[in-house]
């Protein structure tokens, strides 16, 4: 099945630029549950399962709210860098946008500025620190992996600077912001719907319009991408700001949650979201992407880092789990696809 939607995602595109066997009489919602993201959800049921059997006060349904209140800021990155990942790009300086554009809000907030209209604010900031990436990669004409490396460090000092190297406070908590957005709404934190519907709209983005269908062209084959008139710089561009207000978003949550504002948030963020990303089906070699699949990659690695907790495990080794975690991913992912390739090539497919 992975197969044969890989095989679509490649086919020469429409008259419209879509992809053939995207209309809805393709069943692509029918073939959802069985696509790259059913693995790792099955792999995250199987933890959380392990865990609580071992140690069943992780059952207990506010710990799981935390380990979905955690995940959120990850899951956004991820999803965003699907896209990237997809065409084969890194952005390396989500972790310090999702920083700067909290800082930013917080200090919008404490200067009196309604609250809505400051993460409104800060979100923007992010999309502008995407195109920022973007403009450097096209006038400089370096890989965007080399120049999110320089704008990370310029990000997260600037994050630094404006907050004076402090945590920014005094904000108006009881603002219905803060209520609403850092509450709860039938019976999980308001951002897992934030979440969850950002991850539904970029699925069709990415499954069913065709900017999906460029971005996927592009990682699976540049030069016929190029070819075929798809124009590699204006989709960079668009992607590299569809990531960046995605960290934004990611800062809005986080200041809704956290009632403050930490210089400091989000560091290593940008490699979980690789991680996350990689976990959950999408390859490094560009082409496919699963943004569900990326979803539960980063509430994976969320479970794993507080199932060490209730293990007595010293957090320092949530980093080791973490990258054995994507390890053991990676490979399992090459050895199911080179045993698909090798079953393929006996039955002369």
Do not use: H, K
């Amino acid at each position: 099945m992975t197969d044969r939607l890989e095989r679509e995602e490649t086919a020469p595109p429409t008259t419209d630029g879509a992809r053939p066997g995207s209309g809805p009489s393709a069943g692509w919602l029918r073939r959802l549950p069985q696509a790259e993201s059913s693995s790792v959800l099955a792999a995250l049921v199987v933890l959380v399962v392990l865990i609580g059997v071992l140690q069943p006060g992780f059952f207990n349904p506010a710990q799981l709210r935390d380990v979905l209140q955690g995940s959120i800021y990850v899951a956004l990155a991820a999803a965003g860098m699907c896209f990237l990942l997809s065409m084969r790009e890194i952005d390396l300086s989500v972790g310090a946008n999702f920083a700067l554009s909290l800082i930013a809000a917080a200090l919008l907030m404490r200067s009196g500025l309604n609250p809505w209209l400051a993460v409104v604010a800060g979100v923007a900031l992010g999309a502008l620190m995407g195109l920022v990436n973007a403009l450097i990669v096209q006038v400089v004409a370096i890989p965007a992996i080399v120049a999110t490396l320089a704008t990370m460090q310029v990000f997260r000092g600037l994050a630094l600077a404006l907050a004076d190297g402090q945590q920014v406070t005094g904000l108006p908590l009881d603002d219905s912001f803060f209520t609403v957005v850092g509450g709860t709404a039938l019976g999980l934190p308001a951002g897992v719907w934030v979440l969850i519907a950002v991850a539904a709209v970029l699925t069709v983005v990415l499954r069913l319009t065709p900017f999906g269908y460029r971005v996927r062209s592009i990682g699976s084959n540049p030069e016929a991408a190029t070819y075929s008139g798809i124009s590699i710089a204006r989709t960079r561009m668009a992607v590299l700001v569809l990531v960046g207000a995605l960290a934004g978003l990611a800062g809005a949550l986080g200041l809704a949650f956290f009632t403050s504002g930490d210089p400091n948030v989000g560091a290593g963020l940008e490699l979980q979201a690789i991680a996350a990303a990689v976990i959950g089906g999408t390859p490094l070699r560009g082409g496919s992407a699963t943004v569900f699949g990326a979803v539960f990659g980063a509430i994976l690695l969320g479970v794993v880092a507080s199932g060490l907790v209730y293990f007595d495990i010293p957090a320092n080794w949530s980093s080791f789990a973490s990258g054995t975690v994507v390890l053991l991913a990676v490979a399992v992912d090459s050895l199911l696809r080179s045993r698909r390739r090798a079953r393929r090539n006996e039955f002369g497919l």
